[in-house]
């Protein structure tokens, strides 16, 4: 009886690797319901049974396509609509979100190709303005995000190496007020450091100095905040 129920076992163990298997080619195939429905034969005694070589339980992987089978027709229904009304503003997260789950979807690749030519004509036209307006503060996030939807953009490759080599020659005219603004906001002085960052013209101002000035305001809030909470 000892052995045929350790047999058993060993078949029942072998039946569980199989469906997992079987479950997860489901899901790398973006076909959640077939996952899911290989995974209703899975034992209910053996649903949270860890089976060497796999991370995740039958339970675990269950609870994870189900996730993402609402979460993909929930996008395709906010896609779906945000396209027919014309929607499009903030639509590139979604599509790439939806393409994440189910990547085998030849009119939302389209949809994502059209997507990025738009967001990349509309940064590339913020970028022509901030320049002829020479407004360089703050334009720097804005070629890298441009590059990262087409990286063969020489023009731009040139003027992000220009516009870093600005900040680092702006920063180091700057240092020593650097140097001291960091130290007001180490020794918590920030309405002292904020007004030695006034001081720098916004034609000297770079990544550095805005997130100095962030930084202090924040602190300078928090400290407010736990005075009065003391008080």
Request: net charge neutral; hydrophobic share 40%.
């Amino acid at each position: 009886f000892s052995a045929r129920l350790k047999a058993s076992q060993v078949s029942e163990y072998a039946r569980l690797e199989r469906l997992l298997r079987e479950a997860l080619a489901h899901e790398q195939a973006f076909d959640y319901k077939a996952g899911l429905h290989t995974l209703t034969q899975v034992a209910p005694s053996l649903k949270q049974t860890t089976v060497s070589g796999f991370k995740d339980t039958a339970e675990e992987i269950t609870e994870r396509l189900t996730s993402k089978q609402l979460r993909l027709k929930e996008l395709e229904g906010i896609v779906r609509d945000r396209v027919g009304k014309r929607e499009i503003t903030g639509l590139l997260p979604l599509v790439d979100e939806l393409l994440t789950l189910k990547s085998d979807r030849p009119e939302v690749l389209k949809l994502k190709t059209q997507l990025e030519k738009r967001k990349l004509n509309n940064l590339r036209d913020k970028i022509a303005s901030a320049i002829s307006g020479k407004r360089l503060l703050g334009l720097l996030p804005v070629v890298e995000q441009c590059l990262v939807l087409k990286p063969d953009q020489d023009d731009l490759v040139k003027l992000k190496n220009n516009l870093i080599a600005h900040e680092a020659q702006l920063d180091d005219r700057n240092q020593p007020i650097i140097s001291q603004i960091q130290a007001y906001i180490q020794q918590q002085q920030f309405d002292a450091a904020l007004e030695m960052l006034g001081t720098i013209t916004p034609q000297q101002q770079t990544s550095a100095t805005v997130e100095l000035s962030q930084q202090a305001a924040t602190e300078k809030t928090a400290k407010t905040v736990l005075e009065e909470a003391a008080n």
